[in-house]
Structures are given as C-alpha cells and as structure tokens.
C-alpha cells in the first residue's frame, strides 16, 4: 500500500486505461516467466480483508476482479483507518482538483482546518482510548454539519480539514461557525457515565479566484488564520477576509438605498 | 521618484471581469496619443491576461527577469497602440502569493522603470488579496474600475474602505464602467461617497474622497474589440466608448 501511486487515483476513472494496464503487467508477468505473487495479489488481499472489506466479486484474476480490487485499495489508501475520514493524501488530491475548477470557474471555495483544543489534556486525563472516542465523535460531528459534496478529512493526530467547494464568501463564517458550535455542545463519554465535552479552532481561507494557486500556499493561509483563532483563545473561527465580509449588512442597504438598483432585485 | 505630479497608477477593481485590463491598455493608448510615454506593467501576477487582450506572444516577460533568466530593459516591449508593456507571463503561479522576495522584486522593477516613462500604469489583479493590496501600495494614485452592478460596486466599496484603512489612501479615483445612461458614473460616485462618509471616514483622521475620474457607456463595439484582440481605440476610434476612454486620458493628464 505505501507504494500506491496516486495517479492510480486518474486511472480509476479511465476504465480502458485502466484494463489496458493490467494486460500489460499480465504480459509482463508472462513475459519474465514471473510467478503470480510478483503483482503482491496476496498482500492485497490480506489488507482488505484487514480493513474488513469483502474481497472483489467475479472471477479471480479477471479484469473486472482486478478492478474490483485496485478500487478497493484506492479507496482504501485515501481514508483514515479510525474515523473513516479522508486521509491527508486523499485530501491533497482534492485541494489540487478544487483549485484547478476554481481557476477556470471563478467559482467561492473554501477550505477549513481546525483542530481539537487541548486535546492532550483528554489524553493524559482519560486516556488513549478515550482520545480516539474524542476524534470519532468530532468525525461524526463535522460530517454533520456539511453537504455530501463536502471533503472532510482526518489530516493529522487532532488535526482535520473540511473542502467546501462553491461556498459563496458570505456563507464561509456561517458554516465554520456551526461546526464549533456543534463540536462544542456534543457530550462525549469517555468512562461509564462520564461525559466530556471538547472544542475545536478553526481557520480558513478561499481559493484566490481566477488564479491557479497551489495546494501548499491555500493550506498556509487557512493554517495562518487556524494560528490567529488559537492565539486569540481557542474555540473560535477566524476566517481570512473577503471583499464581502468586509462590508456590513447596513453599509449594503445604504450602499443600495436609490431606487437606481432595483431593476436588479 | 521626485516627479513633480503622481505617474504611478494602479488600476484595481473590487471584482474580475469588469473591464480593468481593457482600461488599462486603451488609456494607454490613449495617453499616448497625445504624446505621453506610457508603460502598463502586467501587475495581475496570479492570472496576467494583458498579453490577451493586446494579442501579443512575448518571448521574455516579467518572469525571465524576476528568476534572473532575462535582463528587465529587454522584457519592455512595444505594444501597438504606441506604448510599452512589462508582462507578466504564464509561470507566475509561485507569485501569487506575496513573499518578501516577490515584493522586493516588484518594488526593484518598478523604481528601475518609473523615471522612464510619463505614466506607470499598473495592471493589478481583482481583488483584496495581499498581492494586490501590495501592489496598488507601490503607485501614487488609485484608479478603481466599478460597473453599476451590486457585487461590483460593493466589492469596489471593500476595496476602498480597506485602501483607506490599511494604506492611508484619502484619494480614490473611479471609473465606472459599462454605464446604461449618461450620468450614472455621477450617482454610482454619490451613492459611493454617502456610504464612505457614515462608515469609513468617521473612524479616520481625513475623510476619504472618491473622484469620478469619467464612465464608460456600455458600448458593444467594446465586445468586439476585446473578441477580436484589438484596441478600441484604434480599430474603432469613433465608437462611445472610446470617446469616454479618450476624455479620461485627458482628465488624467489635466490632473
């Protein structure tokens, strides 16, 4: 698994590339003489079957097997084993994809990290165990609180990340804003009838529109804002700003008192 | 850079695709015209599309000169139109963000440039990222380009407010772009205005002004020139619209 490509990720979608691939390890194979096990078919077999994932239907050794397995392992290798999140690679692909549609689209997009505050804390007080409860259900708490087109990701130890693609500038505190909230109200239970209850900080930062960024420099702006919601006291949302959140709801009205813009309502 | 009047204009817009490029070329052109040394330095460093709209494929840009590989005198190059650009050019990418190394740079260009020609014209992107913000820092005048669309004129509003509150700025030209009737430059200024008065000047020293710097009527030969590549202002010259570019060279230069 450490040497998944990730362009894998590509093939997975090219279904002919894909196919024409496994003929040629499969004439590779035959060419060299090389027994089965040279494609390392058993280790992938026996890491899904860890993961408790049912091993591919069909014929083994056919096509549609392989695929069935290559799919398995993809999506394997892009999630994180405890919460089921996306992983920190799985993440970085998405970036990547979310800038390139922002640069031809203009489109908003936001990207969230946060992480638990004080979370060693939980550690040294209740536990390990009791610190995986804590991450699985601040997992569960941001799944809930963001669309199916949403990327949430598990990037580090207590350490997550959120891809909000097309989310308009004057949405972006709403929705970080349920998220501390939400994390911040969910009783955890850490021992028999002991509860917990944790909070998360949490940067962002759009995608500069127009422009084709990197994945690096978008993550170091939302890391800067995580930084800055940290310093200023932890459990607070503090979001890089946009020409929109720079202007109140009443400087608006006053800007569009006239009725000069009403063909436009 | 002792220059008796400001000659360092950056021209900026609270959003993209309201015709800050287009501007930025044909008052070039303008300006030239009527005998001024011009240069438009491709500031938009992130997504640079002056060479687009002048239809020019240059060999060095701003990026040969930024990584060393080119000598600046050799990226100015003649535009048609009788004026001089600087591109900025594809592989710019690292540069839109703004590091110490890209503002020194950029500062470096510009001051090796400025004593050359009678007017800088710089071509920044939309926007308040920290890129533009720099950028508009380095000139002596401010020109924003709005259209009298709501997201246009407030994010022409952000930027104003922030230029007034970061920079200092006191002084804001305007250009109001795409105009449906004569006159609305004038409200689109007033309405403008009202609000910087009860919510950005009170917080400052000075109170900030905005100059109608003139409008632009929405023009479809403004279309056409843009899909062809062309400059209004010569293909077209008669057309409203490069009339109205024609009058701001003059005001510009009138002061």
């Not at chain 2, 062309?230 to 510009?252: F, Y």
């Amino acid at each position: 698994m450490q040497g998944l490509n990730p362009s894998l990720l590509l093939l997975r979608h090219n279904k002919p590339l894909l196919d024409s691939c496994y003929i040629l390890l499969e004439r590779h194979r035959l060419d060299q003489a090389l027994p089965p096990t040279e494609l390392r078919l058993e280790v992938a077999l026996q890491l899904l079957r860890q993961a408790g994932v049912a091993e591919p239907a069909g014929v083994p050794g056919s096509p549609a097997w392989l695929q069935g397995l290559v799919d398995a392992l993809v999506d394997l290798s892009s999630r994180d084993p405890m919460t089921g999140l996306a992983n920190r690679r799985s993440f970085e692909v998405a970036l990547a994809r979310e800038i390139d549609r922002v640069a031809r689209s203009g489109e908003a997009a936001l990207l969230l990290v946060m992480d638990i505050d004080h979370f060693k804390r939980v550690n040294d007080t209740w536990g390990h165990a009791a610190g995986d409860g804590v991450i699985k259900a601040v997992s569960g708490a941001l799944l809930e609180c963001v669309r199916p087109m949403d990327l949430v990701a598990r990037t580090g130890g207590e350490e997550f990340a959120i891809v909000l693609p097309n989310c308009p500038a004057a949405f972006g505190e709403t929705v970080a804003e349920r998220v501390r909230r939400r994390v911040e109200h969910m009783p955890i239970t850490v021992a028999p009838r002991q509860h917990i209850q944790v909070t998360v900080s949490i940067g962002g930062a759009y995608a500069p529109q127009w422009v084709r960024s990197t994945t690096h420099l978008w993550i170091e702006r939302a890391d800067q804002q995580l930084y800055r919601a940290k310093a200023q006291g932890r459990n607070l949302v503090s979001l890089e700003p946009t020409a929109v959140s720079l202007v109140s709801t009443e400087e608006k009205r006053l800007l569009f008192e006239t009725s000069q813009f009403l063909d436009f309502e | 850079m002792s220059l008796p009047e400001p000659h360092i204009t950056a021209i900026t817009s609270g959003k993209g695709g309201v015709g800050k490029t287009f501007i930025a070329a044909n008052l070039a052109a303008a300006l030239a015209r009527q005998g001024r040394r011009v240069l438009v330095l491709d500031a938009d460093l992130g997504l640079a599309n002056l060479d687009v709209v002048l239809n020019l494929f240059p060999k060095i840009t701003l990026h040969d000169v930024f990584s060393g590989k080119a000598v600046l005198a050799d990226a100015i190059l003649p535009a048609p139109g009788g004026f001089h650009v600087l591109l900025a050019g594809s592989g710019m990418v690292e540069y839109s963000r703004m590091t110490p190394e890209v503002r020194e740079q950029l500062q470096k260009v510009i001051d090796e440039v400025a004593p050359q020609f009678d007017h800088v014209l710089l071509d920044t992107g939309a926007g308040i990222s920290d890129v533009v913000l720099y950028t508009v820092s380095l000139a002596h005048e401010v020109l924003i380009v709005a259209t009298p669309e709501p997201t246009s004129l407030t994010d022409a509003y952000a930027t104003i407010k922030v230029l007034a509150t970061t920079q200092g700025r006191r002084v804001v030209k305007l250009v109001v772009n795409q105009a449906r009737r004569p006159g609305e430059g004038r409200t689109v200024r007033q309405q403008l205005q009202q609000v910087l008065d009860r919510y950005v000047s009170p917080t400052l020293d000075t109170p900030v002004r905005l100059d109608l710097l003139g409008e632009l009527p929405s023009d479809p030969a403004v279309r056409e020139a843009v899909i062809k590549r062309q400059l209004l202002l010569e293909h077209m010259p008669g057309t409203p619209a490069a009339i109205g570019l024609v009058s701001l060279a003059t005001k510009m230069i009138d002061g």
